[in-house]
């Protein structure tokens, strides 16, 4: 059930196709134009309690374009990227920007930003996988976490393997391709006692599947982190430390990078508007991009406007050093772009680092989190208040697992308490780091 | 009516089939490529959709955009088992190839036929109209500038307005080896304002939108633009006065309409098949027992006119109905798909739904809501001595195996000694589903829907719904404020 991908014959054809769509509206009378064109393939399986439960086939492809007449804009996007389509695509444009208003920011960046360096960054690793072999390795990662007593049934594992190709053209004569590929493997498992039942997972991912963990080791782990939740009781509601496990603490960074957004900024929709220089951290932490870091989840030499990403200092020091824009938003605030059209890429913390057991010292009673959920993170006042569970802490050791309650803060607040992080870094997406323990936040449980 | 749905396949046929050179006979060569030897349901789902959306943001419509999706997703079922393929091409080969792989799932067994094809009628729960040519570009953007200048006018201290108009017009077709043919045709529009408010130095934001399955046209006639951006000012406002929300377990009233989130997260996920039929879900082998308070009757209804969760038809071809879920307390039913339902020996519910042809199908809910009671929503609040009252909220969350979900309030009150006094702070509520649908104590009579803004993603998997409630008590949820 495998399917041929071709990666080379495919990046020729997305960029036949993109060099055909400026071409057109070029000659429909646009000033200028962008195009984004992406295949994407991959197989999916996922096996339950020691069965086969679904094979999936993914092959997804899109073409947008987007066109300025003068100072506005129109964009129009498809999923068949035929010639006829890619015609309509950018008919549609070019309608649509007959109707927009004028917006002195709108056009593409700079083309002297224009990204020149394009260096192989080594993110695309195919995975010669047959179907079989998909489901053997899925059955085994259940299998392992099954075996465990205490783990009453499985929510299944499942593997998931996909490639693919994307291309970023725009009518200064860039042309941008990147190849990539994303394996994972993940299994989700439930266990019960009289106190009702839990469940947890765990996964693996990356950009190579040589760098994946053993399908045993995730099953285990998941196993592990399913079985200690059992016995959860509230916690008591106060004041106290919060020590975030790194997946949480990732979550963290991503608030703040979406607080120092250009689009969230030039909206007012940031509660770290007008910020620039001001401390927000302690003094030993910074946070820095690493866009160019070879294999890593987010490299690119490029970003979503063409421009050449950059090594960018977000937090230096613990002072706010750099906003993350586009060149839209750039010009929206009167700044220059970051070369961030598209978001952060790989993002890596520097500070002192310390064990998990240091980190539970130096919090003495409170609690750890491994789980949160909802939404409740204000961008624009920084209020923070989210469901969680996790365990309690009592004299630096974990005691009995904890559920069922809110931690709530400011993010402003949290960001100044940030009392250490962790050693403990989580490797697996594009925000490196380790646990964050926050000095002081409000648990509201039994 | 039959008449009417007859044409109503045509017109899909001629939209999805026709542009590939396909028939509806092709079909029935198509769904044999994905009835293999050993599968004993496949089906072939077509889609096509036009999506337009509209940005206000400085007084100005700056951004506009047009997107094109389409294909066919080919699903092919043995036992418990699912295999799936899908292709942006409605061709013949298409339909082999993707078929071949589907079916790929199981090599052995005996090879079924292909049930002669059956209409599919369901009646239609709104007009099978393409929303987005109900109103010229120019009055679309009208409308949004409308919402700006009432916005602006409404409150000095209003200092960003921005408002979005969108719409969706969706084709499909469905055939499937029990004979099933069905088609529909989706539409569904939205209008959202969202400002911020900036009074000595203190930013809030405030929000209001709603919509549903109609052409873009009838926004502007319920005069949605100056109804949505007055009450995005007036929730900023609030929220420019609000204290800290208090920490701990509180009683909470639950203002009518949009709070019905809350069945939706508490209860709604854990009646889902597919995760009853795993076992998986709080509520599995509870059929029967009581899991609320009595009073609390809660359904799910495909069937309500031109509801943005409203469904004529699934998206396995069977007609949207109501299910009660829960009857005075008891729990009476679950939400299935074709294959859920035959696992559990049940009958399908016209529940199945997915985000698009590239999706799988799954048991989802529709319009999830609790029907009225007999109080006095005014006697509800005074019977808080000291608690929260909440009216509106951001998103949900529900953890469907331990039972706990969560929320989060986007405009909540004080209430003490039966008053609300002061707005507080945006918090989040947790809670456990049976046991805080157990602690419902009171239920008014006022049963509201909500406006029209529900997404609920699942697996990855988006899909508009819709929920609804009356003015409800419950007598203990953890509210996560930060005033311990």
Not at chain 2, 252 to 266: C, K, N, Q, T
């Amino acid at each position: 059930m495998t399917q041929a991908f071709d990666a080379a014959a495919q990046q020729a054809l997305l960029e036949t196709r993109a060099q055909m769509a400026l071409e057109l509206a070029r000659r429909l009378g646009a000033d200028a134009c962008e195009v984004g064109a992406s295949v994407d393939q991959g197989v999916g399986v996922s096996v339950r309690e020691g069965e086969v439960e679904t094979v999936e086939l993914s092959r997804d492809q899109g073409i947008a374009v987007t066109v300025y007449l003068g100072s506005r804009k129109g964009s129009a996007s498809s999923t068949d990227a035929g010639e006829a389509s890619i015609r309509a695509v950018v008919e549609k444009a070019i309608a649509i920007a007959r109707h927009t208003g004028e917006d002195p920011a709108a056009g593409l960046a700079d083309a002297e930003l224009m990204a020149t360096e394009l260096p192989d960054l080594d993110v695309h690793h195919p995975w010669p996988l047959s179907t079989e072999e998909a489901i053997e390795l899925a059955l085994a990662c259940e299998s392992a976490g099954r075996q465990r007593p205490g783990i009453r049934s499985s929510d299944g594992a499942s593997l998931s393997s996909g490639e693919g190709v994307r291309v970023y053209a725009n009518s200064h004569g860039f042309l941008g391709s990147q190849r990539g590929s994303r394996h994972s493997l993940s299994c989700m498992l439930i266990a019960g006692d009289e106190g009702g039942m839990q469940r947890d997972y765990d996964y693996t991912s990356a950009r190579n599947p040589r760098d994946l963990l053993a399908p045993e080791k995730v099953g285990e782990s998941a196993a592990e982190r399913t079985l200690r939740r059992l016995g959860a009781r509230r916690p008591a509601t106060g004041r106290m430390p919060v020590l975030f496990d790194p997946t949480l603490a990732s979550g963290l960074v991503g608030s703040l990078m979406g607080a120092i957004a250009g689009g969230a900024l030039y909206r007012q929709a940031s509660f770290l508007c007008d910020r620039l220089g001001e401390p927000l951290f302690p003094e030993w932490f910074s946070l820095q991009e690493r866009p160019m870091e070879v294999g890593a989840m987010a490299s690119s030499p490029f970003d979503g406007d063409g421009v050449q990403t950059r090594d960018n200092v977000f937090i230096e020091n613990g002072r706010l050093a750099s906003y993350m824009l586009s060149a839209y938003s750039a010009r929206r605030l009167g700044m220059q772009t970051t070369g961030n059209a598209g978001g952060a890429r790989n993002l890596r913390i520097e500070a002192p680092l310390a064990s998990r057991e240091e980190l539970l010292a130096r919090m003495g009673r409170g609690v750890l989190v491994t789980e949160l959920m909802g939404q409740g993170v204000n961008a624009v006042t920084g209020d923070y208040s989210r469901g969680a569970a996790g365990f309690w802490v009592e004299n630096g050791e974990i005691r009995h697992p904890v559920e069922e309650f809110t931690i709530a803060g400011n993010l402003e607040a949290m960001f100044k308490g940030l009392s250490g992080i962790g050693s403990d870094t989580d490797t697996r997406g594009s925000i490196h780091t380790g646990s964050w323990l926050i000095g002081e936040m409000t648990v509201a449980g039994g | 009516m039959t008449a009417s749905r007859r044409s109503l396949i045509d017109e899909a046929a001629d939209c999805l089939l026709t542009p590939g050179g396909l028939t509806l006979d092709d079909l029935d060569l198509g769904l044999g490529h994905a009835l293999g030897p050993g599968i004993d349901y496949a089906d072939l789902y077509f889609q096509r959709s036009w999506h337009e959306g509209w940005v206000l943001e400085d007084g100005e419509v700056k951004e506009a955009s047009y997107n094109i999706d389409g294909g066919v997703g080919v699903r092919s079922l043995a036992g418990e088992k699912t295999g799936f393929a899908y292709s942006n091409q409605i061709t013949a080969d298409a339909l082999a190839e993707t078929g071949r792989t589907a079916s790929g799932i199981v090599r052995s067994g005996s090879r079924l036929a292909v049930a002669p094809r059956v209409v599919v009628q369901g009646d239609a729960r709104y007009g099978g109209v393409d929303p987005l040519t109900g109103l010229s570009a120019e009055e679309k953007i009208a409308l949004l500038k409308e919402a700006d200048r009432v916005a602006r006018a409404a409150d000095p201290s209003v200092s960003q307005v921005s408002a979005s108009l969108t719409g969706v017009h969706e084709v499909v077709l469905v055939r499937a080896s029990d004979g099933t043919l069905a088609a529909d045709i989706r539409p569904l529009v939205r209008f959202n304002v969202s400002v911020i408010a900036v009074r000595n130095g203190r930013r809030e934001r405030g929000s209001a939108g709603g919509g549903g399955r109609y052409p873009m046209s009838r926004l502007r006639d319920e005069g949605v633009a100056e109804r949505f951006a007055k009450e995005a000012v007036r929730q900023a406002l609030v929220n420019l006065e609000a204290i800290d929300a208090p920490a701990g377990q509180l009683p909470v009233v639950l203002a009518p309409g949009w709070p019905g989130i809350l069945l939706h997260e508490a209860v709604g996920h854990g009646l889902e098949g597919d995760f009853n039929r795993k076992g998986s879900s709080a509520f599995a082998g509870r059929m029967g027992q009581r899991v609320a308070a009595k009073g609390v009757t809660v359904v799910d209804d495909a069937t309500l006119a031109d509801r943005r969760g409203s469904m004529s038809v699934d998206d396995e071809g069977t007609p949207g109905q109501c299910t009660t879920l829960i009857e005075d307390g008891i729990l009476t039913g679950y939400m299935q798909d074709k294959l859920n339902a035959r696992l559990m020996g049940m009958a399908p519910t016209g529940n199945a739904r997915r985000e698009s042809f590239a999706h799988l199908p799954m048991p989802r809910m529709t319009n999830t809501i609790m029907l009225a009671g007999q109080d006095d929503p005014a006697d509800i609040l005074k019977s808080v001595k000291r608690g929260l009252y909440a009216v509106s909220f951001g998103g949900g969350q529900v953890d469907i195996t331990s039972g706990k979900f969560v929320f989060s309030a986007s405009e909540a009150y004080l209430v003490e000694d039966g008053r609300i006094t002061a707005p507080v702070k945006g918090a989040t509520l947790i809670g456990n589903g049976p046991e805080a649908m157990g602690r419902v104590s009171m239920i008014g009579h006022d049963l509201e829907l909500d406006a029209g803004i529900g997404v609920c993603g699942k697996e990855g998997q988006g899909v508009p719904v819709g929920v609804g409630q009356p003015t409800l008590k419950l007598d203990e949820l953890t509210v996560g404020g930060t005033q311990s």
